[in-house]
Structures are given as C-alpha cells and as structure tokens.
C-alpha cells in the first residue's frame, strides 16, 4: 500500500473509550515517527500525539494529555491511538501519517505539525454525542 489506513472509529456516548489503528503494512518503519492528527468541521488538522518508532518517545498535545496513549503493535505494522473519556470536542475525523525527517532531528522528538508528515490516510471518524 502507499498510505497508511486508519480504522477504529465511529459513535461514543461521552466518558466512552476508543482505539484506532493505524495500519502501516508495507512500510518499513524504523527511520519514522508516526503521529495521529485530527480535524474537525470547520477547523484546521491538528496534531494530537506522535511517536518515534526508534526511540519510544511519544509527544501528546496539551488538550489530550493523559487521555490518549500511542502504542506500536508487537507485528510492527500497526500502531494504536487509545482515546480515554472521550468528550464532544474530540469528536473529529482522525488520520495517522509518518514523519519521514525524524531520524534527521535534532533533538530527536517527535513534531505535531501536519506540515512535517506524509502518507496520510483516508481518515476514520469519531463522533461523541450522547
């Protein structure tokens, strides 16, 4: 494949739990991060947690801190977004994408910023609502 596909989403009542995945077959991974960005109707993507494949350093954005937790699978093709008390304003089509210049920064951490990422995917949507 030549992006990432994303899966997982779909309706939560408020305080439910989600996990999407994001499906990285075919893409050799080890020189990457990979981020999980979302956006809403009306609003610009925004980057809500990053992981480097070769560190395990994870960044998450102030607004998901302590909600969301990223994780690599153990086949290595697939990594996680857990999303914890989810709320209406998380409701949004979520994307994961890789970061192809992470093994070029200095330091070596992950970015949220779209701009810096590749091979995204067609999305899956999440939608709180009670």
């Known amino acids: 494949q030549s992006q990432f596909v994303e899966s997982g989403g779909g309706p939560v009542q408020p305080g439910g739990s989600l996990r999407l995945t994001c499906d990285t077959s075919g893409f050799f991974l080890n020189h990457l991060a990979i981020g999980w960005f979302r956006q809403a109707p009306g609003k610009e993507r925004e980057g809500v947690s990053c992981l480097g494949i070769n560190t395990g350093g994870t960044t998450y954005a102030d607004s998901v801190a302590g909600r969301f937790t990223m994780s690599r699978g153990a086949s290595g093709d697939k990594v996680y977004l857990q999303i914890n008390n989810l709320q209406p304003e998380d409701t949004a089509a979520y994307f994961c994408?890789?970061?192809?210049?992470?093994?070029?920064?200095?330091?070596?951490?992950?970015?949220?910023?779209?701009?810096?990422?590749?091979?995204w995917g067609q999305g899956t949507q999440v939608t709180v609502s009670s």
């Open positions: 994408a890789a970061d192809p210049a992470f093994s070029s920064r200095l330091p070596r951490l992950c970015v949220l910023s779209p701009d810096e990422y590749d091979y």
